[in-house]
């Protein structure tokens, strides 16, 4: 029984009791005895009493009802409550599963993204991209006895699979079909966003060093790159840290690299460290004037081993006017580099320096004084038809000459440009100089589809022996990519 039930039987039990006495006390009261009397006051008082304590009872009963219908009502509210939070369980669990159910039968999207197919999963935390290019060049020499033949050439042909996973990696796998000597990888590499402005980069990659290096094959405005970047590394395996200050106007690298070209194992026990730092003051400026610029520079410093010194080489590599020299000891390179980017005109300049130790490789031990190289390069370019020129990436034709849209056919974008290089390397004991001017036209039919046309007039003020001093060369080259 509960407590508000034993409550109410305890009421009802006095109650019956009062009844009782109220029954057989008169008439006792009304035959007393000897020696006692009940006068009608006493009587009628203890009626008034009786009277008294009923009302009580009827509102102790009141109470108790209340406190039911209270107690019923909590009761209610409790229930829906569980209800209510049972019901919000089931349908969570019920999205749950739906989510992670879509998840498991959503295919991956296949599209077509930046003019390359695409797979992206329907998440987006997983990307694969299929890319290809490949260069084909023709090349005319002038009649010197020593010139090389005319020819054609498949300069490049590469396949690339690069992607992401998570938000936080990127990687890339490339592999040339075409260049020789080097193997067929040129880039695999795995790059990890540890915070925003800032990546870890392990693999084979480019060292950060010169920015016309830097820049792909497939962007360059010339057929060849500048002699001067002869003097900078290319591809080595390493890791680097990339980040970036003031909202992307600074961005600076720190690596260290084997040093010794691609998949080449490092013979010196010390690695190749490389510090590159590239400003862009007026990155984001509303301002048309001054956009454009970036400015910085590079140095890296390693040690060679029983290796051989720079070649000097022109850039249609018709001319050696230095042959290498053997090296031992310290290599100590430095870049300085500028960048003026305005709608469709662009100017580029670059310096570049490099001094190969020749420790103990004269007679009886000795130092020999080292191979020193200097180069530098300037260039402009012009949009003819008024496109504008990114910094690292395809000219878009603003009416494209292979154009499936009708009335969107065109003429592509047509540009005009003009080089100047120098390359001298010395050993201590003589120097050699060589002068490169260089004039052209490109056309870009697509952004995927360009053609190519160099005049390179090559000068050598120190005249190499069994060269003329004087070299003409025509480059052509069409190259497509996707």
């Not at 699979?161 to 000597?181: C, K, N, P, T, V």
């Amino acid at each position: 029984m509960s407590h508000h039930g034993a409550q109410e039987a305890l009421v009802r039990g006095g109650l019956r009791a009062w009844i009782f006495f109220l029954l057989f006390t008169p008439p006792l009261l009304a035959s007393p005895g000897p020696q006692q009397s009940q006068s009608p006051m006493e009587l009628e008082a203890l009626r008034k009493l009786v009277r008294e304590q009923e009302q009580t009872i009827e509102q102790l009963k009141q109470q108790l009802a209340e406190q039911r219908r209270l107690l019923e009502e909590l009761r209610q509210e409790v229930r829906a409550l569980v209800r209510r939070a049972d019901e919000a369980s089931d349908v969570s669990n019920r999205s749950s599963e739906r989510t992670a159910s879509s998840r498991e039968r959503a295919p991956s999207l296949f599209l077509w993204s930046s003019g390359r197919p695409t797979f992206r999963s329907a998440d987006g935390d997983f990307e694969l991209s299929f890319s290809g290019e490949g260069q084909l060049d023709f090349r005319a020499y002038g009649q010197e006895s020593l010139a090389p033949p005319n020819t054609f050439l498949v300069r490049r042909l590469r396949l690339a699979m690069s992607g992401r996973m998570l938000s936080r990696y990127e990687y890339r796998i490339q592999a040339d079909f075409a260049e020789r000597g080097t193997g067929v990888l040129r880039d695999g590499w795995l790059r990890v966003h540890v915070r925003p402005g800032l990546s870890v980069q392990a693999g084979q990659f480019k060292e950060p060093f010169s920015q016309e290096e830097l820049r792909s094959a497939m962007h360059i405005d010339f057929v060849e790159r500048a002699m001067a970047t002869r003097i900078a590394p290319s591809r080595s395996p390493g890791i680097q840290l990339v980040g970036e200050i003031a909202d992307g106007k600074v961005v600076y690298h720190i690596g260290a690299f084997n040093g010794k070209g691609g998949l080449a194992l490092n013979t010196t026990r010390t690695p190749e460290g490389v510090l590159r730092v590239r400003v862009s003051p007026w990155r984001e400026k509303d301002a048309r004037e001054g956009q454009g610029v970036s400015f910085g520079g590079a140095v890296a410093l390693g040690r060679q081993r029983g290796g051989m010194s720079l070649i000097g080489q022109t850039e249609s590599q018709s001319v050696t006017f230095f042959a290498a020299r053997p090296v031992n000891g310290q290599l100590l390179r430095a870049n300085g580099e500028l960048t003026y980017l305005a709608g469709p005109f662009a100017l580029r300049a670059e310096y570049n320096q490099m001094a190969q130790d020749r420790y103990q490789l004269g007679p009886n031990k000795t130092t020999l004084p080292a191979v020193v190289a200097k180069g530098y390069t300037m260039q402009a370019t012009y949009l003819l038809t008024g496109e504008k020129k990114p910094e690292n990436g395809p000219v878009t034709p603003r009416r494209s000459f292979l154009s499936s849209g009708k009335g969107e056919r065109g003429w592509g974008a047509w540009e005009a440009k003009i080089r100047y290089s120098v390359l001298q390397l010395s050993d201590g004991m003589g120097s050699a100089r060589a002068e490169t001017v260089t004039c052209g036209v490109n056309w870009y039919l697509t952004p995927f589809v360009k053609y190519m046309l160099d005049l390179a007039v090559e000068h050598f003020p120190a005249r190499p022996l069994h060269h003329a001093e004087r070299s003409i060369s025509v480059l052509t080259r069409l190259q497509f990519a996707f």
